[in-house]
């Protein structure tokens, strides 16, 4: 069967609640059910306090809209102040979370061990990881991006079995091209994008690689997603800048139909 591709939007820590609001609807309201429903999977991962209202809206006008968390704890309850557990999200009845995004990574604290934590609390209680792995800039320029990207991959599904690594989807976001308007070209992401496909098939099985959603993140925008969405191995996008319009998102969610 083929892969049904996903759109992901990730706000990141922008839109307030009638922010949330107004965008949320401002992309529901262009939902076209028969061209949609069964050709692309649409993603809003947005702020936790956005989660609620966004899945108010998409619910109330019955539009085949996930949302999704941008981060997530990996104990379901306790004394974590300011963290927020699987449990709470799935309760808002969120589909995913993005875990070990670069930003989170870089900026947070992020590494390969705690990524792992959180995707096992996911897929234990049924939800997706949408798993974001990608290198640097001095990685890609030293050659070692596939070697870098792949041990990202292993660690992030470590003890996980078959099953549970086919609940998650893999984003490939080069850091360098996150945010600065530089992407990989179709065939850079495409071939890191291969070796994330394969490297599934090594540590699951050839089934759970080929039915699992590769998408590619950085700077993917309406003047360059076709391109990248016509290689083998991408499966659709995660899109920061570019979720933050109804106009351009909806654009992106098109090519994917
Ligand atoms: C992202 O943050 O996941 C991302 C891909 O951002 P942008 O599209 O703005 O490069």
Redesign the pocket.
């Known amino acids: 069967m083929a892969r049904m591709p996903m759109m992901a939007g ?1 706000w ?1 820590m922008n839109n307030t609640i009638s922010e949330a609001v107004v965008l949320t609807q401002e992309i529901a309201n262009q939902y076209e059910k028969k061209e949609w429903d069964e050709a692309v999977e649409i993603v809003l991962c947005t702020p936790f306090v956005d989660l609620k209202p966004a899945k108010t809206v998409l619910d109330f006008d019955k539009v085949k809209i996930e949302v999704a968390a941008q981060n997530v704890y990996w104990e379901p309850s306790g004394a974590y102040t300011g963290e927020i557990s699987v449990p709470m999200i799935k309760e808002i009845g969120c589909a995913y979370s993005i875990i070990g ?1 670069s ?1 989170r990574r870089e900026l947070f604290g992020e590494t390969d061990e705690t990524v792992n934590k959180k995707v096992k609390a996911l897929v234990a209680e049924d939800l997706g990881a949408i798993v ?1 792995v990608g290198e640097s800039l001095a990685v890609r320029e030293d050659g070692s991006t596939i070697e870098f990207v792949t041990a990202q991959v292993r660690a992030a599904f470590a003890g996980l079995d078959a099953d549970e690594v086919a609940q998650c989807v893999v ?1 490939y ?1 080069p850091i360098w ?4 308007g530089r992407t990989a070209t179709p065939e850079q992401a495409d071939e890191v994008c291969a070796a994330i496909r394969a490297t599934v098939a090594e540590i699951a099985d050839e089934a759970t690689a080929e039915d699992m959603r590769v998408l590619y ?4 925008n309406p003047g360059n997603v076709d391109a990248l969405l016509a290689m083998e191995n991408i499966d659709g996008g ?6 933050l319009k109804a106009e351009s998102f909806v654009q992106l969610i098109k090519a994917c139909l």
């Open positions: 990730n990141k995004h930003e974001c984003a976001e091209a996150i945010g600065t993140g950085g700077s993917m995660l899109i920061g800048g570019a979720s």
